[in-house]
């Protein structure tokens, strides 16, 4: 039903910057709603990222980023560790359908 | 910060329902809203609808407005998701999350999550 598209799987190396990209449409994304981000450990209940676009909560380190842009957003990830090994989530409200969506997740491996 | 205090594992047959439980440990739910959101083994998250329990107003995601529903206990801090006519596809860890009910909002914090399955 995700109508936030994202890449099924990134991978880099430690130390390296990754990006995962998100992908919506003129009534989501594009309609200015803002989008957010959730890093789900395995085995672990999803925890937020970034939330309103690129607001880190507290605790978040700050080698996690994150923008908007038109239809799309992106999350970037410096400096990557093993620990960052995880299911990311993009998340935004989508006027057509009322409801509160999320991407289909992106599987960060690290190398 | 108010952490969210799931019920146990479900084990159902097809065709039964089951209830989960979310409680609010260390606090209230305020006037925030407690939204349900499931998600299939190895799959992605599928948000499911929301209650906002001091109110009682409810929303629900369409393809489950038929056979579920959303409660709330105000007096202990805990809100209830039922689904009915439980199939094999609604095998999932199902977690409750709050949010400020809004358009813009996010989720946070999460419950730990209950494992319903459902076999024959």
């Known amino acids: 039903q995700s109508v936030l598209t994202q890449p099924p799987s990134v991978s880099g190396a430690p130390g390296q910057r990754v990006t995962i990209s998100c992908t919506g449409s003129?009534?989501?994304?594009?309609?200015?709603?803002?989008v957010h981000w959730y890093q789900q450990l395995p085995g672990t209940a999803p925890k937020v990222l970034i939330y309103?676009?690129?607001n880190r909560p507290s605790g978040v380190p700050d080698r996690f980023s994150a923008s908007k842009s038109g239809t799309s957003a992106s999350l970037a990830i410096t400096g990557l560790q093993a620990e960052d090994e995880a299911d990311y989530y993009c998340?935004?409200?989508?006027?057509?359908?009322?409801?509160?969506?999320f991407g289909a997740g992106t599987k960060l491996t690290v190398l | 910060q108010v952490q969210l205090v799931q019920s146990g594992t479900e084990m159902k047959r097809p065709g039964s329902s089951v209830k989960v439980s979310c409680q609010a440990s260390?606090?209230?739910?305020?006037?925030?809203?407690v939204s349900w959101v499931r998600q299939a083994p190895g799959q992605g998250l599928e948000w499911m609808g929301w209650i906002v329990p001091i109110y009682g107003t409810t929303t629900y995601a369409q393809r489950f407005r038929a056979r579920l529903t959303f409660t709330a206990d105000e007096s202990t801090s805990t809100a209830y998701m039922e689904l009915r006519s439980l199939r094999s596809e609604d095998t999932a860890v199902y977690y409750c999350?709050?949010?400020?009910?809004?358009?813009?909002?996010?989720?946070?914090?999460w419950g730990q999550g209950t494992l319903v399955a459902v076999s024959s």
């Open positions: 998340q935004a409200y989508d006027s057509s359908l009322s409801a509160w969506l």
């Open positions: 260390g606090g209230t739910f305020s006037d925030s809203a």
């Open positions: 309103g676009n690129s």
């Open positions: 999350a709050t949010f400020t009910w809004t358009p813009g909002s996010w989720f946070d914090p």
């Open positions: 003129s009534s989501d994304i594009g309609a200015g709603y803002d």
